[in-house]
């Protein structure tokens, strides 16, 4: 059945809450977890759809996984102990289930089959494939470079990899491929991108050494056990923020989030529009930093975003599009043409939304051109993409009339208590 969200406009923001755990720290831990030697205990963990995956494929593969609310424990079986699935592999949302995986699967001595949802069987998977077939892998996709995939696991080769596209995702596939590959595996990225693969890979004692943009590391070591405290995730904290932002009358405090200076894009971004938002309490936990945030209402103004900050906050420009409908003259995105393969063509569906709602937004190839305007009501296909619901139902705030958004069953991949914290904390939001 089709969830829909109706948001009634208005509203201010006052409080404190802690969203739930990082998403791409939650996926790594269970990965990392199950070839490392002992048993790893992760507190925090996000029990979301696509989390929930990752931790299913690995119990399928012969891994002991145990969860107690936000609480999992995982008996890791070392590098070499996976065993073949009885069944394909579904992965059901998650573009990261599936291209680590892929990486993680191509050195090992079975073959396995991935498949995933209507959305994630139309996302493009050559881009990890590609270079793990420079490596030895074996990978069958369909036609179109899209799932399933199927993988037969061979022996692999180390290589040096320069990737054509900043990207999260297919630097750990390599990474993680490159644990199974003979020799010493590097990857030079063009930009930055999040580190949380080589972070944990350090934290479960497996030597991963950066030089510049390039990270290497020798195939054939050992993973032990550790214990990891997931810290809130920055990526679904990110719509709170914007609230926080563009609501009159608003001041809020987000808790324990994570702030990897890989993955703060989006508060460099907003304080460069005149976002007022600070951090306190920064401490490290389990090699992650982490703070508190506090936002309140801004008088935003637009900027042309710069590009380096692009891969720093590449999942959060849904909500920044709501920033820059709310901000006083033109925001310019350019050199995020990635945005157009995620869950939903995000470029395509953001500025379609947009203008559903009055603001005057144009799509360009690689990103977009927003004026800032007054938000209407209307309603909104989110294309089953979560964070383009979570983005629309925060406009809201901003609106003159009533904005409805349809398919957003997808919300619970990621954040699966967003209705019952955003109503807590001040939006006039109810589901259906």
């Known amino acids: 059945m089709s969830t829909k969200f109706i948001i009634n406009p208005g509203g201010c923001l006052r409080g404190s809450l802690r969203v739930p755990g990082d998403k791409s720290i939650s996926h790594r831990s269970i ?17 979301g759809e696509d989390t929930l995956a990752t931790l299913a494929a690995f119990q399928a593969m012969g891994v002991n996984i145990s969860r107690n609310y936000g609480q999992v424990s995982i008996e890791g079986v070392g590098l070499h102990g996976l065993k073949a699935a009885n069944a394909p592999l579904y992965l059901g949302n998650s573009g990261t289930s599936m291209r680590l995986l892929s990486g993680l699967m191509a050195g090992q001595n079975f073959s396995v089959e991935m498949t995933g949802d209507a959305s994630l069987s ?38 040096n990899y320069d990737l054509p596209v900043a990207s999260a995702q297919v630097k750990s596939a390599i990474l993680l491929a490159g644990l199974y590959a003979n020799g010493k595996t590097c990857v030079t990225e063009p930009a930055p991108t999040r580190d949380h693969t080589e972070r944990m890979l350090a934290g479960f004692a497996y030597s991963v050494v950066r030089d510049g943009n390039t990270i ?17 995730d920055i990526s679904s904290a990110a719509f709170f923020i914007v609230a926080a932002c563009i609501a009159k009358d608003s001041e809020i405090s987000l ?25 306190t309490n920064q401490h490290d936990v389990s090699g992650e930093l982490v703070a508190d945030i506090h936002i309140r209402s801004s008088k935003l ?18 909500a920044i599009f709501i920033a820059a409908a709310c901000a006083e003259g033109e925001t310019v995105l350019t050199d995020a043409a990635e945005l157009r393969v995620k869950e939903s063509d995000r ?12 603001i005057n937004a144009e799509a360009t190839p690689d990103g977009m051109i927003i004026q800032g305007g007054k938000i209407q009501g209307g309603i909104i296909n989110s294309h089953g993409d979560h964070r383009i619901a979570m983005a629309f139902t925060i406009a809201a705030l901003c609106a003159s009339e009533t904005i409805t958004v349809t398919d957003c069953a997808n919300v619970a991949t990621s954040f ?17």
């Open 216 to 232: 290497c590391l020798e195939g054939g070591g050992k993973l032990q056990a550790n214990s990891i405290d997931v810290p809130a």
């Open 416 to 432: 699966p208590n967003f209705v019952k914290l955003a109503q807590q904390v001040g939006i006039n939001i109810s589901e259906q």
């Open 347 to 358: 470029i395509q569906v953001m500025a379609d939304g947009l203008n559903t709602i009055g």
């Open 255 to 279: 808790q324990h989030v994570g702030i990897n200076a890989t993955r703060i894009g989006i508060i460099n971004i907003l304080q460069q529009m005149g976002a007022d938002i600070s951090l």
């Open 31 to 47: 990965m990392l977890g199950a070839l490392a030697e002992g048993t790893t205990v992760v507190s925090g963990f996000l029990e």
């Open 301 to 318: 103004h637009g900027i042309h975003i710069p590009p380096e900050q692009v891969p720093l906050a590449i999942d959060e420009f849904p």
């Open 122 to 159: 139309h996302r493009p998977m050559r881009r990890v494939t590609d270079p793990l077939s420079l490596m030895g892998a074996n990978i069958e996709t369909a036609e179109d470079g899209t799932p399933p995939l199927k993988i037969h696991g061979n022996s692999l080769q180390a290589i």
